[in-house]
């Protein structure tokens, strides 16, 4: 057991409210006046407190970092803080190691799983495991399944109708443009340019879009938009926690083609998307080409989620040649599950047979094959089709 947990999370993932359960004192950095004063002129007075003590949005004050590592340090203790932040500290912030006094807890918001959406009747271990999978046909339509997307893995919309969910989003990007972008580094940001970056990162969601394209886009609706500027605004995003992008997975193949190092670009939550687009779940369905796009990135959410409970991460695959797979599991032992993402039951065919191409360029001389190859579809049934590759429906897996 540590002396700290270091938890971290975008706003609105439940970090505070997962604190409060087990804190017997608390201060919020970001809003708390006096504590506000007091780090200016006696910042040790903060940490004053019963323990555990939160220390809610710390990064607003990074030199509490080093304060708490001395304190703990002093103490020789267990359980002593819990911090947490909405955004990582500026990399100029020099912050001590925290090894062997902190212990990190990462959230994202809600997987369907965890919102009571899937049925979890197929775990991500059981197709570790290369075990028998099986469900019940999906009874969600793709209609329910938009109005999910719309809605989000946010806590605090649990018991909230989609009617009055479906604003949160926009209102949550808006807030990050106008106010904490800026915040986050001290710099003024231009908001509207923030917003129509989002735009540009939410139009192409689950691609490989560079930011030069995304620069242009940017440039094309207001012009004077570098390319540095868009580099700047999207590290502000990605400290934030606003922006998850998926880092590309390398490994030894066979072929003679390279490996690509581009990450796909995602939101922490597919919602984000819908929200700065001012999409509503009709708009969705009229469009099912950028539904996919946007229920690719629904499954690479669950997938780090599910992963991380797994103590694995999740990536994508693309090599010169043009084969790509869309998400790659691996745990730390190394073994990993190939993934495609497709919205219909009916692409599963050409999803399978994509998912052997990539297996047959594994080198098992020098890397492990797949544990398994998967394609995850938004309806149809569990099951292990013949040519060895699983079909599993997102709305019934689990971790």
Same mark, same amino acid.
């Given at each position: 057991?540590?002396?700290?947990?270091?938890?971290?999370?975008?706003?609105?993932?439940?970090?505070?409210?997962?604190?409060?359960?087990?804190?017997?004192?608390?201060?919020?950095?970001?809003?708390?006046?006096?504590?506000?004063?007091?780090?200016?002129?006696?910042?040790?007075?903060?940490?004053?407190?019963?323990?555990?003590?939160?220390?809610?949005?710390?990064?607003?004050?990074?030199?509490?970092?080093?304060?708490?590592?001395?304190?703990?340090?002093?103490?020789?203790?267990?359980?002593?803080?819990?911090?947490?932040?909405?955004?990582?500290?500026?990399?100029?912030?020099?912050?001590?190691?925290?090894?062997?006094?902190?212990?990190?807890?990462?959230?994202?918001?809600?997987?369907?799983?965890?919102?009571?959406?899937?049925?979890?009747?197929?775990?991500?271990?059981?197709?570790?495991?290369?075990?028998?999978?099986?469900?019940?046909?999906?009874?969600?339509?793709?209609?329910?399944?938009?109005?999910?997307?719309?809605?989000?893995?946010?806590?605090?919309?649990?018991?909230?109708?989609?009617?009055?969910?479906?604003?949160?989003?926009?209102?949550?990007?808006?807030?990050?443009?106008?106010?904490?972008?800026?915040?986050?580094?001290?710099?003024?940001?231009?908001?509207?340019?923030?917003?129509?970056?989002?735009?540009?990162?939410?139009?192409?969601?689950?691609?490989?879009?560079?930011?030069?394209?995304?620069?242009?886009?940017?440039?094309?609706?207001?012009?004077?938009?570098?390319?540095?500027?868009?580099?700047?605004?999207?590290?502000?995003?990605?400290?934030?926690?606003?922006?998850?992008?998926?880092?590309?997975?390398?490994?030894?193949?066979?072929?003679?083609?390279? $490996?690509?190092?581009?990450?796909?670009?995602? =939101? !922490?939550?597919? /919602? &984000? @998307?819908?929200?700065? +687009?001012?999409?509503? #779940?009709?708009?969705? $369905?009229?469009?099912?080409?950028?539904?996919? =796009? !946007?229920?690719? /990135? &629904? @499954?690479?959410?669950? +997938?780090?989620?599910? #992963?991380?409970?797994?103590?694995?991460?999740?990536?994508?695959?693309?090599?010169?040649?043009?084969?790509?797979v869309d998400a790659i599991v691996e745990l730390g032992s190394g073994n990993y599950l190939a993934i495609e993402v497709k919205l219909s039951v009916a692409a599963a065919d050409e999803a399978a047979a994509n998912l052997l191409k990539f297996g047959a360029t594994i080198d098992t001389g020098k890397a492990v094959a797949p544990s398994a190859l998967v394609v995850i579809t938004a309806n149809g049934f569990a099951h292990c089709r013949k040519d060895g590759v699983y079909v599993v429906p997102l709305t019934v897996l689990a971790p």
């Amino acid at each position: 057991m540590a002396g700290a947990v270091l938890i971290t999370g975008p706003k609105a993932c439940g970090k505070t409210e997962t604190a409060m359960q087990v804190a017997k004192s608390h201060v919020r950095l970001d809003s708390d006046h006096q504590a506000r004063l007091a780090m200016e002129v006696m910042p040790e007075q903060v940490l004053s407190g019963a323990k555990p003590r939160l220390l809610d949005e710390w990064q607003e004050f990074p030199e509490i970092w080093n304060l708490v590592r001395h304190d703990i340090d002093e103490k020789r203790a267990h359980g002593l803080y819990i911090l947490a932040g909405s955004a990582h500290p500026e990399e100029k912030s020099r912050l001590h190691s925290g090894a062997g006094r902190f212990s990190v807890m990462q959230m994202r918001p809600m997987s369907l799983f965890e919102r009571g959406w899937s049925t979890g009747e197929v775990s991500l271990q059981t197709l570790f495991k290369g075990g028998p999978v099986a469900s019940e046909p999906v009874c969600t339509t793709i209609g329910e399944l938009a109005e999910k997307v719309i809605i989000g893995g946010w806590p605090g919309l649990l018991r909230s109708t989609y009617s009055s969910s479906a604003k949160f989003s926009r209102d949550y990007a808006t807030l990050i443009a106008e106010v904490d972008i800026s915040r986050v580094s001290d710099k003024r940001r231009d908001p509207g340019k923030v917003f129509r970056l989002m735009q540009s990162v939410a139009r192409n969601i689950s691609t490989e879009v560079s930011i030069a394209s995304l620069a242009a886009d940017v440039r094309g609706g207001v012009g004077g938009f570098k390319e540095e500027t868009a580099a700047d605004y999207l590290s502000a995003l990605e400290r934030l926690m606003f922006v998850e992008n998926l880092p590309a997975w390398s490994t030894h193949i066979r072929s003679s083609a390279t $490996l690509r190092q581009m990450v796909k670009r995602h =939101f !922490v939550d597919p /919602s &984000l @998307a819908c929200g700065v +687009l001012g999409l509503n #779940a009709e708009k969705l $369905l009229k469009d099912l080409e950028y539904f996919g =796009f !946007v229920f690719e /990135s &629904l @499954a690479i959410r669950d +997938l780090r989620i599910y #992963a991380q409970q797994l103590g694995g991460e999740v990536r994508h695959y693309r090599d010169s040649s043009g084969l790509e797979v869309d998400a790659i599991v691996e745990l730390g032992s190394g073994n990993y599950l190939a993934i495609e993402v497709k919205l219909s039951v009916a692409a599963a065919d050409e999803a399978a047979a994509n998912l052997l191409k990539f297996g047959a360029t594994i080198d098992t001389g020098k890397a492990v094959a797949p544990s398994a190859l998967v394609v995850i579809t938004a309806n149809g049934f569990a099951h292990c089709r013949k040519d060895g590759v699983y079909v599993v429906p997102l709305t019934v897996l689990a971790p």
